[in-house]
């Protein structure tokens, strides 16, 4: 396993983490007099935290989203309506381009559930976001979890767990072909004189067929900065982890203790080097919510405000939701046994299996969930928390923070105001980013689209198009190959099947006979 960059201190990356809603991960907290989650409805709310984030340092502002209602407490959706918990609920997509409007280097980490999209439409909602932020687009690679979602959506019921899963993996092939395949980065030539726009010799259909999607045309959008936008991943049960190893730049786990993350962290970072990947190259997040104040007593009295605002109900309801279990059916005290849901089944396994030493109640559960969801919650002065951080970092081998906040946007400016200076004095976060896309920031690259990337190797192997490489335009290959073999027979040399910057192996090739470097012309 490749070793950690060898520099210290370690950086630590900040994500601000929210949802167009009242009750993301706190729910109760919208009744404290601070709270100003009721103003998701205000785009000035959604400007004014990315101002503040920005301020900070931020790697991204990464909003959650679903598409149902949390129904599994109690068989019903009233305790959840009650306490807002995540209900009422709006779309997180168009605040968006107003956030980049008033910010200059801040990333947008979205969640989409693919689950219920087809690729061709969300590569350019996607393409369209990257562009209008200039390359600061995360995609938060969800499959939904709520049954509700799937009976208003088409579904009878939920696409078993796996199987979404299997969905999501011929969803980002499509999604790799659109964005890294099908356009040139030369197509666009707006040639007034010879009246052309686009070179049509320089674009192509992507000629998918595949078990779920067939998609055989040409995408509809010209390459944005980043192409493909910086893919996240949230799950972590061992089909997510697979999936995240294989195309996560960025994976969003639950957490409890270091020691239980840490071996989940491992694992992913296995599957990835086995992945051909440099293990590092995937940066995890686990949630966490800080409560900060100048001094650790003032900062527990700041707590003991909070929790007393915390809604009992409201954490079962989301739980429910989340893991797909209904704990009301079960005794308060009674130790929660693991079952394969259809739901988040890293949401159940945190609580039963995943720290032998620990068996969690119900009445413990909702009591944890209270502030900041499924995620620890550190309390204290900005050394304090800076120190519990970084234990984290070391001891659970992760990479940052997916932070929850208890009251918004309070519990963000806290932490912008007395926690981020803290954190820069130590080295773990930057002043300045580097580059000016968001994976140049989240991979500290100095220059963006520089030839080496982090990208996943599932992009730079993108599957065969057609079943063979079009013929390359001046020197044709003696036979056309699958395109995923790295290297073509030509003339006694052979072409390298190079990774160019961001475009894929499949994409560019620089041939060693003729030295051109670009895209091969159709067959
Ligand atoms: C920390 C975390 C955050 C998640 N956030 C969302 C979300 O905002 N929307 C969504 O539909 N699914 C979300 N999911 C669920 C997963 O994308 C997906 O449903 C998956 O099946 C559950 O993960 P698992 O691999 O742990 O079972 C999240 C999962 C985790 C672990």
Redesign the pocket.
């Known amino acids: 396993m490749t070793s950690l960059p060898d520099h210290s201190p370690r950086r630590i990356h900040l994500n601000a983490f929210d949802?167009a809603c009242v009750g993301h991960q706190s729910p109760g907290l919208w009744r404290h007099p601070d709270d100003q989650a009721h103003r998701y409805t205000d785009l000035a709310y959604w400007t004014d935290l990315a101002r503040l984030l920005e301020r900070g340092g931020f790697d991204s502002l990464f909003?959650?989203?679903?598409?149902g209602v949390y129904d599994v407490y109690q068989g019903s959706r009233d305790a959840a309506v009650r306490q807002g918990a995540q209900i009422p609920l709006s779309d997180p997509l168009p605040a968006v381009s107003a956030m980049a409007a008033v910010t200059e280097r801040l990333g947008f980490g979205i969640?989409v559930?693919l689950?219920y999209e087809q690729p061709y439409k969300l590569a350019r909602t996607l393409t369209t976001l990257d562009h209008l932020t200039k390359g600061r687009i995360a995609w938060?690679?969800?499959?939904?979890?709520?049954e509700s979602?799937a009976r208003n959506l088409g579904l009878g019921e939920q696409v078993a767990?796996d199987d979404?899963?299997e969905v999501a993996e011929e969803f980002l092939e499509v999604c790799y072909k659109l964005w890294e395949y099908s356009w040139d980065d030369d197509a666009v030539v707006r040639d007034r004189e010879r009246g052309v726009y686009t070179d049509p010799a320089r674009i192509r259909d992507i000629a998918h067929k595949g078990r779920y999607f067939t998609v055989p045309g040409v995408f509809l959008s010209e390459p944005s900065r980043q192409r493909t936008p910086v893919i996240f991943?949230?799950?972590?049960?061992?089909?997510?982890?697979a999936?995240?190893a294989r195309h996560g730049e960025g994976v969003?786990?639950?957490a409890v203790n270091p020691r239980a993350t840490r071996r989940i962290v491992d694992d992913i970072r296995a599957k990835a080097a086995a992945e051909g990947r440099d293990p590092y190259s995937v940066k995890i997040f686990?949630?966490l919510t800080a409560i900060t104040a100048p001094t650790d007593e003032e900062a527990q009295a700041k707590y003991a405000d909070l929790i007393s605002y915390a809604s009992y109900e409201g954490a079962l309801a989301l739980y429910g939701g989340?893991s797909g279990l209904d704990l009301s059916g079960l005794a308060p005290d009674q130790p929660l046994e693991y079952t394969d849901t259809?739901?988040?089944?890293?949401?159940l396994?945190i609580f039963s299996t995943a720290d032998p030493s620990r068996r969690w109640t119900p009445d413990q559960v909702a009591r944890y969930l209270g502030i900041g969801?499924?995620?620890p919650v550190v309390v204290g002065s900005a050394a304090t928390v800076a120190d519990e951080l970084e234990g984290w970092v070391e001891e659970a081998d992760i990479d940052g923070f997916?932070l929850a906040y208890a009251t918004t946007p309070g519990t963000f400016t806290d932490f912008v105001d007395l926690v981020v200076p803290e954190l820069r004095t130590r080295g773990r976060v930057p002043d300045a980013h580097t580059g000016t896309t968001l994976r140049d920031a989240s991979t500290g690259r100095a220059t963006p689209g520089s030839a080496t990337t982090t990208r996943p190797l599932a992009i730079a192997n993108s599957p065969s198009v057609n079943g063979t490489r079009p013929a390359h335009s001046t020197c044709e290959p003696s036979v056309p190959l699958p395109l995923d073999s790295l290297f073509w027979e030509h003339s006694g040399s052979v072409i390298d099947v190079a990774a160019h910057g961001r475009r894929s192996m499949a994409v560019l090739i620089s041939c060693h006979c003729c030295g051109s470097s670009r895209a091969p012309a159709r067959s």
């Open positions: 949802m909003i959650a989203d679903v598409l969640t559930s689950t938060n690679v969800v499959t939904s979890y709520l979602a767990h979404r899963y991943q949230a799950g972590a049960s061992p089909r997510g982890r999936f995240a969003f786990i639950n686990i949630l989340w259809d739901a988040v089944r890293s949401a396994a969801g499924i995620g997916n």
